[in-house]
């Protein structure tokens, strides 16, 4: 495919994309694709003999949207199978020659749909500077977008190949000049047109369903710092004191200083994701916890006492319930004194 894109229809597809952002990011599943690992795994790729199999599979369950989840299909378990028994055969052409490496892994990964995808994904870890990060979801999306500016004919369906991968890294630096979001220009139109080509996915989902990015979308302790609130009181260092952590943090990033707010305006500002807790049982566990007195926590002043132990009993169940401080949501709660810096 020749990819030839005038000044004007390249403004025309960016003002599309603009038109159409908030619609197709409402969903955008944050949790599943945090960009933090990325930045990581481009310069732990560049020396391929160094990478086991852990990392291998860590990477590949992000690209297929499993990031803390043990939740790979067969397929996809099969394509990163393969991938890590080839690796020693691949280090012996690992040539920083990407072509070479597409043609490789491209044999080895005779799947048109998840081992082209890895493939790319790869190609993208090992050489980010020639080749952005592509799948079909972001491929589809290039392809309509070009119909529907005219830069292709309209039955153009070009073959997955090393040279499509090309196409999609020119398609994608065309475009990137013109978005306005400044330095996360990059970030916002990669998430576009992974949900722009996987649109057909979300049809179904009820209007009311939103995703919403952390504002602290990692979190360490030995890091972080806080001018309004004793971020050193907090003593225990798990997955509910984390949030806790980041919620200050939030709040200290807004701004706010309303600080009786619902559980459910707390949860708001805890999307999943936050704090790097992308597993959603870890996650919903940790919310469960952060609102009780577990382990002696007291975050919290609570008018009615029942209520704080009520979500302790939750934490302490194993069958507890996942979703209980959804069901509380009205509840106003506010954050213990002890917790916050005297203003004087």
Not at 221 to 234: G, Y
Request: aromatic residues 12%; hydrophobic residues 40%.
């Amino acid at each position: 495919m020749t990819l030839t894109i005038s000044e004007n229809k390249k403004k025309a597809i960016v003002t599309y994309i603009n038109d159409h952002f908030d619609e197709h990011m409402s969903h955008f599943p944050y949790a599943k694709y945090p960009t933090e690992p990325l930045d990581r795994w481009r310069e732990q790729f560049l020396d391929p003999k160094a990478l086991g199999a852990e990392m291998l599979h860590s990477a590949l369950s992000w690209h297929f949207g499993s990031w803390q989840r043990n939740s790979l299909t067969y397929s996809q378990r099969k394509t990163v199978s393969s991938i890590t028994q080839a690796w020693p055969q691949f280090l012996g052409i690992a040539d920083n020659n990407a072509e070479s490496e597409a043609t490789f892994w491209l044999d080895k990964l005779p799947d048109r749909q998840h081992g082209f995808d890895a493939t790319a994904f790869l190609l993208h870890l090992r050489h980010p500077g020639e080749l952005e990060i592509a799948d079909r979801h972001r491929l589809d999306a290039m392809l309509e977008l070009l119909r529907s500016a005219g830069c292709i004919a309209e039955d153009a369906a070009p073959e997955p190949s090393f040279s499509l991968l090309q196409d999609y890294s020119a398609f994608f630096r065309a475009i990137l000049p013109k978005m306005p979001y400044g330095d996360e220009s990059r970030i916002r139109l990669d998430r576009f047109l992974k949900m722009y080509g996987n649109r057909h996915a979300y049809v179904n989902l009820s209007a009311d369903y939103k995703t919403k990015e952390p504002m602290i979308r990692s979190f360490q302790w030995d890091t972080a710092r806080s001018e309004r609130f004793n971020l050193e009181q907090i003593t225990k260092r798990a997955n509910a004191d984390v949030l806790f952590a980041c919620f200050l943090l939030t709040l200290e990033k807004e701004n706010l200083h309303d600080i009786d707010l619902t559980i459910g305006e707390i949860a708001d500002r805890l999307p999943p994701g936050t704090g790097g807790i992308c597993n959603s049982a870890s996650f919903n566990y940790a919310m469960v916890a952060l609102f009780g007195g577990q382990k002696s926590r007291d975050y919290w002043i609570v008018e009615n006492p029942a209520l704080r132990n009520a979500f302790t009993d939750q934490a302490n169940s194993s069958s507890r319930d996942m979703r209980f401080y959804l069901h509380h949501a009205g509840e106003k709660i506010r954050i213990n004194p002890k917790y916050i810096r005297s203003e004087e």
